[in-house]
């Protein structure tokens, strides 16, 4: 589904110098349903998503995906700030062979922006992109799902919508998904990798993996 080779990330510190999170990635992230990405704050967990996903280049290395893989779910950066909410999920639609009209009511459903759909993107609250973007990438259907925390946005009634919407979408592809919870990582996963130090360990077996996050966190 997607491999990782050679991958290499850094990024610019004070000083002069440089900060790497990864370091010479090689990796298989094939799974039956999904993979849990485990690692401390600061270890490159979101780096790593968006460079999966391809809205971040990696320094050096290659990423090999198969079948459709999406953004970072509720990743609201994918959208045009000038352009409306409606008119950003048409250039998505178009982008994945979608009907134009199909997902613009679906996303205006699930999203629940009402007038804001013709507003511009940059006039939203991060709430509002979030709930935009959640709802965008719910309507196109992928072979993999990446997600960076599974964070609902609003009451009550609209977290407990976004997440069963997106369980019956997990039932039919894989998930690649950073959460600090490991009931969520249980829930989704099959197996999990722990990112530290710019490496990063494949294990079959979850408890191994969170095993293995306790040994480096010191608890």
């Known amino acids: ?31 039956a349903r999904g993979i849990g990405i485990l690692g ?42 000038s352009l409306t909410g409606r008119e950003n999920v048409r250039f998505v639609a178009r982008v994945y062979g979608a ?16 007038r804001f759909m013709d507003a511009p993107v940059s006039t939203y609250s991060n709430g509002m992109k979030a709930r935009l973007a959640f709802g965008v990438s719910l309507a196109v259907d992928f072979d993999a799902y990446l997600v960076d925390e599974l964070v609902g946005v609003g009451d009550e009634r609209f977290r407990r919508k976004s997440r069963e919407a997106f369980q019956a979408k997990a039932r039919h592809a894989k998930v690649i998904m950073v959460s600090h919870e490991a009931r969520t990582i249980r829930e ?18 979850l408890d191994e993996a969170f095993q293995a996050h306790r040994r480096i966190m010191g608890s």
């Open 99 to 114: 009907d134009p009209d199909a997902m613009v009511g679906e996303v205006d459903e699930f999203a629940e922006l009402g």
């Open 188 to 205: 989704y996963c099959d197996r999990a990798a722990v990112l530290h130090g710019g490496r990063l360990t494949v294990y079959n077996d």
């Open 40 to 81: 401390g704050n600061g270890a490159g967990k979101s780096t790593l998503v968006r460079v999966i996903s391809g809205s971040e280049p990696p320094d050096a290395g290659r990423v090999a995906r198969s079948g459709r893989v999406s953004w970072p779910l509720g990743l609201g950066g994918t959208f045009q700030p």
């Open 1 to 31: 589904m997607i491999r990782l080779h050679e991958v290499s990330k850094s990024y610019p510190v004070g000083g002069g110098g440089r900060v790497v999170v990864l370091d010479r990635v090689t990796a298989d992230l094939d799974c």
